[in-house]
């Protein structure tokens, strides 16, 4: 059952250091969901191999070009190459008349359409669902208005035990039902229980997207267990109050945060140019969550189960 | 005496290929000039060294977004990193508008002077004129409104004859002035003409673009004599019909606006993604005017001098 989140851009601000801007695509059973879309991002997406017309929604965190400013080549691309398939859109409030504006002046013509969702951004509630995913907005702390993501998995479809359909005659045409949490009755009326007859499903598990946002407690229970969290780090701790100012959190800080909120996995992302070398950064976050890793451009991140 | 052209991205429509949307800088004597800004304009830049701060004036030739929608990136990225010289754009109609709604939607606060000049894009005019260069307006035949750029050099600095320095003992302070084309006069009073004391000045170069056309007679006049045309080509012969609906020319559409202008040498630009070879494109230009190279990314050429 895939569920992973591939780093498409992790830098900050202008791409530097061989690193792109924002942009990452999440895989939930080979749907994917892209989450921002930084200058080059379809770029990116040929690079990794990512299939882009398996995606269906897109959540934008916020207005900062390095978050944004692939979306219009990503929409009229799509166009380009005649995509049919509606797209979504989540983002805050004022994307609709931005997108309206560029598409009309760049005299382009989408060949399929398109939904604009604005958000209240400084709001938590249920924005997406549908069989594989649902997902919430997080409202973040930032310079403008933004809200990070969490992207909760479906309860995946149980497996049925082998032996046990030689052993009850299991009709094939039951066995979906069965995956789904059904009960088996056999030919003589005795009802077997669902439980008896598969594997324990896995458990649920969450991802969590927090990025650009300054350290903010009052994300806690909204992320709290997730089984990665994606939290950007753009300074490190001797740089706290330039962070604070420009609506940033430092790798310590995101640290803090993935160790209250009980997660499972730390990301670290959105770095700033500056640094070119950016295992201080992990090493900083390592002292404060041991589990934290560095968002690399590439790189397949699994979301883990939990204990 | 630089006067070239650096090719950044010769793709259309959609990056494909390893090629890139359209962008190119042109040098002269160590000033440069963005031509088009097709989306990874920026990354591109690095990647080839362009030192962009050398950039104070960008030609856009019409909004389609592979030759613009690198623009918000490289404007809001020059701010970052805290330019403070004013910067101009020439555009068709429209720029103002949709560069106030993306700065304002995104929240940048520009820290540098940019003024945009709106062009009638249907006008052949002089547009621009510094120290090195003129430039003008070239309309071209598109499905919206678009104007290529030519840039004629100015009359480069004439260079003394050293031996005359010593003969006539010109001093220091008379160097500039006979560069620029005075005559000297002697210390006994004896005029001597700029002509015997200078080597015979190089003939001011001139550069076109053409992009997006379709085959469009009208711009024969306008870059006659071009030392260096680059032309769109973004299909073969064979899709001549595909390419007049579209807007576009043929590779041998090219050459023939080449030839009738009876340019110094054709670079072949805006592919589509079908060829991935571009060989072809280039054999048939070749058929019709010999003088004809492939505008490949990263490319520096130097306009050459005429006969």
């Keep these: 059952m895939i ?51 398996k995606i269906n929604q ?51 013509h989408l060949s399929y359409e398109l939904t604009i969702n604005e958000l209240d951004a400084d709001v938590h509630k ?20 933004t809200c990070g993501y969490l992207f909760k998995e479906k309860r995946p479809l149980s497996n049925i035990r082998p032996e046990k359909i030689v052993e009850l005659n299991i009709p094939f045409s039951e066995i979906n039902a069965i995956k789904d949490g059904a009960d ?14 598969t594997f324990p499903p896995k458990r649920e598990r969450s991802y969590a997207y927090c990025s650009d946002t300054s350290y903010f407690e009052k994300v806690i229970p909204q992320i709290k267990n997730a089984n990665l969290l994606y939290h950007e780090a753009t300074f490190m701790d001797d740089k706290a109050a330039i962070a604070k100012e420009r609506g940033h959190a430092t790798s310590k800080e ?11 996995q730390l990301l670290l992302g959105h770095f700033s140019s500056r640094y070119i070398n950016l295992e201080p950064l992990l090493e900083e976050a390592k002292t404060v969550f041991p589990n934290s890793d560095i968002a690399t451009e590439g790189t397949v991140f699994d979301v883990p189960f939990g204990k």
């Design 58 to 108: 897109i959540f934008i965190s916020h207005f900062h070009g390095d978050h944004l400013f692939g979306l219009p080549g990503l929409l009229t691309s799509y166009s380009l190459m005649g995509r049919k398939e509606p797209l979504e859109i989540f983002a805050p409030r004022g994307l609709q008349n931005m997108m309206d504006v560029i598409l009309e002046t760049s005299g382009s």
């Design 184 to 197: 088996f009755t056999t030919a003589s009326g005795k009802v077997i229980p669902n439980e008896l007859i």
């Design 126 to 145: 249920k924005i997406f669902e549908n069989e594989v995913v649902t997902v919430y907005s997080i409202p973040l702390q930032h310079r403008i208005p």
């Design 3 to 53: 569920f992973s989140v591939t780093i498409l851009g992790s830098n900050s601000a202008i791409p530097a250091n061989g690193r792109h801007p924002t942009a990452q695509v999440v895989n939930i059973r080979n749907q994917l969901f892209l989450i921002d879309c930084g200058e080059g991002t379809q770029m990116q997406m040929t690079q990794f191999r990512i299939k882009r017309t």
């Design 254 to 264: 995101a640290a803090l945060i993935a160790q209250k909120a009980e997660v499972g």
